[in-house]
Every structure is written in structure tokens, then in C-alpha cells.
């Protein structure tokens, strides 16, 4: 079963909202044994055509460089970092540009294909 929750802070000041998502998220655990994850949007100052990809990538060899090839196939990768996750998976987090908000889905499918490789 479905649930999906969201948070608006009106006051202009800053909150902890990844704390308060991930309270949110452990409410809905019960609903059922689907996947979960969250977004947080504004407050990162990205360009308008700018976004942040965070991807799960088992450390196998190999791997990290097919995803960097499927992105580089769309776009140029403007930043990146690899971020130690849980077992043997990193976190491969990039910033890159689309002329199109329509190419976001094409380019997430297409790396979702890869084996042992998670878009967040």
C-alpha cells in the first residue's frame, strides 16, 4: 500500500527537514514492504535546468564508470562526490544540466537499467 506525506515550512527560517521526513517515513513503515525514500527540494541553489542525482552503486568494478557513461551520454557531470554507504554500496551524487525537464525520466531509467545501481 501507498503513502506518501510532505512538509511546508512557512516561516521563512530554517528547519530540520530530513529529520522530520524521516520521522514521517518510519509512520508509514507499517503500510507495507514497498521501497521508501524522500526528496528535499530548494535550498540546494541550483540553476533552474540544474539537478542533483544521488545514486546507489554496489561497489563492483566497473559499475561507477557505466553510470558516469550513461549520465555523460545525456550530459556533462558538473560536480560529484562519493558518499560511503551501508555494505559494500556507495552513494555516487552529481550535479548535472538538462535543456528539459522532460529528459530527467529517459536519463534516471536508463541508469536504473544498470545492474546492482539504485537512483535514489
Known amino acids: 500500500m501507498c503513502g ?4 511546508v515550512y512557512k516561516d521563512g527560517k530554517l528547519h530540520p527537514a530530513g529529520r522530520d521526513m524521516t ?5 508509514l513503515q507499517h503500510r507495507g ?18 539537478y542533483l542525482l544521488n545514486i546507489e552503486i554496489k ?4 559499475i561507477l564508470n557505466k553510470v558516469k557513461d550513461t549520465i555523460e551520454a545525456m550530459t556533462r557531470i558538473k560536480s560529484e562526490e562519493k558518499i560511503q554507504s551501508v555494505e559494500n554500496y556507495i552513494i555516487y551524487r552529481c550535479k548535472i544540466s ?9 536519463l534516471i531509467t536508463e541508469i536504473d537499467k544498470i545492474e546492482d545501481v539504485t537512483v535514489l
Open 4 to 7: 506518501i506525506a510532505g512538509i
Open 23 to 27: 520521522k514521517m517515513l518510519h509512520a
Open 33 to 50: 514492504p514497498d521501497s521508501a525514500g524522500f526528496s528535499i527540494y530548494g535550498g540546494l541553489k541550483l540553476a533552474k535546468d540544474e
Open 59 to 62: 561497489e563492483k568494478k566497473g
Open 98 to 106: 538538462l535543456d528539459s525537464f522532460s529528459q530527467l525520466k529517459p
